[in-house]
């Protein structure tokens, strides 16, 4: 599956998928399911096996940062909280200094959770807030309201919690650009170090992209959406945090460290369902329907579905359209020592035409988008896929 030797003994992320959930949200695509009714003991119990078969094939001496996602882990009971994270933590070796991130939800988050995550090492918090608006909430499909949000902040505090961060959603479905803003302002005043904003992306099999091709649904237009971005920006510079990723948003040195082992392009372990990996020079992914996940494990038996192994270009051409997602860009000496060839080596014209039209400025160290190219992003990622060897 993976060249071994290329993982031995080096520092390896780890993300884990649970794949529950109480509700399903409108805009959703991700691998979940609902929780009611679903083998969820033997999920996790799989899960912690799937984890011990890849440490046993692909050992590494350290993990460089945890990130549980989903679905909803906290979904999960304390209890079964508790069996999760114990196995992870025997199974991964783990520096209490790195950084240990679970997904939440406003609302489903109890005290007895919170003193399960903190037992087990669990340092930072990634909440699903998307907007403040009640009503937008509601037609999107969320559980949660605005002022779930603030009960969870409050109790966060009360629990001297506070290294959290919220994703939201704009360009939502009758989202106004003044209703937009009062979703800015009542985030930043949260006070938090860390915010992801995502725009609306209508993904295939969800009840929002099947509303839009039946006319019911009417999203923003592009000039609207474009001007939540830049007041995003603006709005996010003012108060102290600093747009390090085209989507996110912190103060110094509270940077998602998980997410920028994505954008370096380094390796991480994925387990769980429909969860992807990056080993050696091989990406994987495992099978999504649960009941398929489960079946091979049963046999102690990996459940990988597909792999990739990389081409020296797919590599290249990862490095760099991940790497022009941070606003730093790509490191040039970087690229060097990786791949033994400099950036304009490979990608000289389409390095010098890109400047010439104002996406791309050169300095000496990095590579990295102007802020028109930040407004463009996917255009100027798509010019850096080479031709498949």
């Known amino acids: ?184 302002k009542r985030a930043i005043e949260l006070d938090l170090p860390h915010y992801s904003l995502y725009s609306l992306i209508l993904e295939n099999k969800t009840m929002f992209m099947n509303w839009v091709r039946q006319g019911r649904l009417q999203l923003p237009d592009q000039e609207v959406e474009a001007l939540m971005f830049e007041e995003t920006i603006i709005a996010m510079e003012k108060a102290g945090r600093h747009q390090y990723e085209v989507s996110n948003f912190s103060l110094a040195g509270k940077e998602s460290q998980h997410n920028l082992v994505y954008w370096d392009n380094n390796h991480y372990y994925g387990f769980g369902a429909g969860a992807s990996g990056y080993l050696g020079h091989t990406r994987y992914r495992n099978h999504g329907p649960i009941q398929h996940y489960l079946k091979p494990l049963r046999e102690n038996q990996l459940p990988v579905v597909e792999t990739e192994n990389l081409t020296l270009n797919n590599q290249m051409e990862e490095e760099f359209f991940l790497g022009l997602r941070k606003k730093d860009g790509v490191s040039k000496e970087r690229f060097k020592n990786k791949f033994g060839r400099t950036t304009n080596q490979v990608y000289g014209e389409k390095i010098s035409s890109l400047i010439e039209k104002g996406l791309l400025e050169e300095g000496p160290e990095f590579l990295q988008l102007t802020e028109q190219g930040l407004f463009v992003g996917n255009d100027v990622f798509e010019e850096f896929l080479l031709d498949k060897e």
């Open 1 to 184: 599956m993976v060249n071994e030797h290329a993982v031995n003994n080096a520092k390896v992320s780890a993300y884990i998928h649970i794949p529950f959930c109480e509700h399903i949200c409108y805009y959703c695509d991700f691998n979940k399911v609902f929780l009611e009714g679903q083998p969820v003991d033997e999920y996790i119990q799989a899960l912690l096996n799937e984890i011990r078969l890849t440490k046993e094939k692909f050992p590494s001496n350290d993990t460089e940062t945890i990130y549980i996602g989903g679905g909803t882990p906290t979904s999960l009971s304390a209890n079964q909280l508790a069996v999760l994270l114990n196995g992870v933590r025997e199974l991964l070796p783990f520096n209490e200094q790195n950084e240990f991130t679970v997904e939440a939800n406003p609302g489903d988050l109890t005290a007895e959770k919170l003193r399960v995550m903190k037992d087990f090492g669990v340092n930072r918090l990634s909440m699903g807030v998307q907007t403040f608006d009640n009503q937008l909430l509601k037609k999107i499909g969320r559980k949660h309201t605005a002022e779930d949000v603030y009960e969870t902040m409050k109790f966060l505090e009360k629990e001297d919690f506070t290294n959290v961060s919220i994703d939201l959603i704009y360009a939502l479905p009758g989202q106004t650009l003044e209703g937009f803003r009062d979703t800015l």
